[in-house]
């Protein structure tokens, strides 16, 4: 399978490095408006490569995603060259929006033009937002987005820590929006199966406390990241 990757910044950086240490791609290919940038990044994680399985990554244009099965989108403004860095702001990662909606606007036309077929999956936050504007553009439902799964990793990571386990013991989920207004799940919290509610008990864990601490860092991990 080949896989494009449209922006080399930290999150595509990073999203690249994934697919060739899983091998989950035969061939990756990674797109920045900066082509040195691409160039740099692909030839790090080529040094790699004998420690991963075949996956060959390159840098490339737009029009070398053609064939390509699934082109992962990362390409955007942040939150933090984008304004959106105030923990007190009830807009959160909306406030890029605009600014990001106006970028698909203008690059969603050169993937659909090298690889019409592929399905799209968007990184760039607002990640829901934007897919719906990729459906759009592109006129097909071959979309899909992130959503809140990374908050959910986050989610899942945090119990881990709490409760001295490993993150893939612990089902954990966040629904809504990825961004201050999401939704923790915390009535299907399971603790290597176990109802959260049984395991804080035990362990004499405050889920008040515990609910407020992890809430507060999931939701402003971008931040304390960026």
């Not at 612990?170 to 929006?177: M, T």
């Amino acid at each position: 399978m080949k896989v494009g990757v449209i922006g080399a910044g930290r999150v595509g950086s990073a999203c690249a490095f994934a697919l060739v240490m899983r091998g989950v791609a035969r061939e990756v290919v990674l797109v920045d408006r900066t082509r040195a940038r691409a160039k740099a990044v692909a030839t790090d994680i080529r040094y790699g490569a004998p420690l991963s399985e075949s996956t060959d990554i390159r840098d490339g244009d737009y029009a070398d995603l053609a064939g390509v099965a699934v082109a992962m989108i990362t390409s955007g403004v942040n939150e933090k060259s984008g304004g959106a860095t105030d923990r007190n702001d009830p807009a959160g990662r909306l406030r890029l929006l605009d600014q990001n909606a106006d970028h698909y606007r203008e690059l969603l036309p050169r993937i659909l033009a090298a690889a019409p077929e592929a399905v799209l999956l968007v990184v760039t936050d607002p990640p829901d937002p934007l897919a719906d504007l990729a459906r759009v553009l592109a006129k097909h439902d071959r979309v899909l987005s992130t959503g809140t799964w990374l908050d959910s990793l986050r989610f899942q990571t945090h119990l881990a820590s709490v409760f001295q386990v490993h993150p893939t013991s612990v089902e954990a989920q966040i629904l809504g929006e990825h961004g201050t207004s999401e939704v923790f799940v915390w009535s299907g919290v399971r603790i290597g199966g176990v109802p959260l509610k049984q395991v804080a008990s035990a362990r004499g864990v405050s889920l008040e406390k515990l609910r407020e601490g992890i809430e507060r860092d999931v939701r402003y991990a971008n931040i304390a990241i960026i």
